[in-house]
């Protein structure tokens, strides 16, 4: 079946970065449209970023532009966020999802979810 896994979440100071890792397994993604989400507390879920997979196409959303960077490695499935000048509002569990249609910017379009990994950023 599909499943997609977070990693790379942690404690992090303010201007640090990070970078998440979501392997993806159970089919070919190369079709798809991979994304990443946040949701922390008390908010809902939001884009963060989102990338089709066969031409690398990408989009973010403004809050996170020329800070984070969405890649990936065909060879291992596995989709990246690069998270750069870390801030402490960037604090949530972020998520990996996948999306066979067209993605976007609405957690509702996508197919699949991992369980999350959680990213505390502190001042």
């Known amino acids: 079946q599909v499943q997609l896994v977070e990693s790379g979440g942690g404690l992090v100071q303010a201007g640090g970065s990070l970078r998440l890792s979501c392997a993806a397994s159970g089919r070919s993604f190369s079709s798809y449209v991979m994304g990443w989400f946040r949701q922390a507390p008390g908010k809902e879920r939001e884009f963060v970023a989102a990338m089709r997979w066969s031409i690398g196409t990408t989009s973010y959303a403004d809050s996170v532009k020329g800070r984070f960077t969405i890649s990936r490695d065909n060879a291992k499935n596995t989709v990246y966020l690069q998270m750069n000048s870390l801030k402490p509002e960037d604090t949530a569990v972020y998520y990996c999802?996948?999306?066979?249609?067209?993605?976007?910017?609405?957690?509702?379009?996508?197919?699949?979810w991992g369980q999350g990994t959680q990213v505390t950023v502190s001042s």
């Open positions: 999802a996948a999306d066979r249609v067209k993605g976007g910017t609405d957690p509702r379009a996508y197919d699949y």
